[in-house]
């Protein structure tokens, strides 16, 4: 079956212009998370839901950032504003029912703010 | 607020070698520890997915245990290939049921000489 996809795989914006990035989990997986990562750097959280609610989003950096899944499904990270500190890949896994399974990722999006 | 510590953090060793890297992390109130392999410009991988009531996995020439009292996981690679060359991360799940954002290391970039 298909893996998590993620569009698009390289995004290049403007300072303080608005992007969105998509995230499709693998098909029955109710949980689905961003991850940021920096250069030379681990991924780091961002956002979880569980179904159609965010379950935590104590990884958002500021309220710039804003994420959905209005329909259970796909996702969509919402940067408002964008800032050069902004440039990252951005990473989307999904896991199984219950959290605490193996997670799943994405091949991310790559982000340059200029 | 949990730290994951991961030594070396790199590490290039000729083809046919065994190898260990490490992950430590500061709070042992975690609920399963997984090992991740990053290639150049793509996502993750899982390897191995440890609970926090196992003390090991096993999936082909990767075992990976775990010391949840200490605070230790140890990858172990079995006689080396070239193609095993990529970033391996460590990370590490909580919450009440595992559902938190993981937390990862910074990784260990590994190289394996033909």
């Known amino acids: 079956g298909a893996g998590v996809s993620q569009t698009p795989s390289n995004k290049v914006t403007e300072k303080g212009k608005y992007v969105e990035l998509r995230c499709d989990p693998i098909s029955g997986h109710t949980a689905l998370y961003w991850y940021r990562q920096s250069l030379g750097q681990g991924p780091e959280f961002l956002i979880y839901?569980?179904?159609?609610?965010?379950?935590?989003d104590s990884g958002l950096p500021n309220d710039r950032f804003f994420a959905v899944r209005p329909e259970g499904s796909v996702s969509t990270l919402k940067i408002q504003r964008t800032e050069r500190g902004d440039s990252a890949v951005y990473l989307c896994?999904?896991?199984?029912?219950?959290?605490?399974?193996?997670?799943?990722f994405g091949p991310g999006t790559r982000l340059t703010v200029l | 607020k949990q730290e994951v510590t991961q030594i070396p953090a790199a590490l290039s060793v000729p083809e046919g070698e065994n190898l260990v890297l490490n992950c430590s992390f500061t709070?042992?109130?975690?609920?399963?520890l997984q090992w991740f392999r990053q290639d150049p410009g793509k996502g993750l991988t899982s390897l191995l997915l440890?609970?926090?009531?196992?003390r090991e996995q096993t999936s082909g020439r990767l075992n990976a245990s775990l010391d949840k009292s200490s605070g230790r996981s140890t990858l172990y690679i079995a006689a080396s290939q070239p193609g095993d060359s990529a970033t391996y991360l460590c990370a590490v799940g909580g919450g009440a049921r595992g559902a938190d954002g993981l937390t990862f290391g910074k990784g260990t970039h590994l190289i394996i000489q033909p």
């Open positions: 896994a999904s896991s199984g029912l219950a959290g605490g399974d193996t997670q799943y």
């Open positions: 709070d042992s109130a975690i609920y399963n």
């Open positions: 440890i609970q926090s009531s196992q």
């Open positions: 839901f569980q179904g159609t609610g965010a379950a935590d």
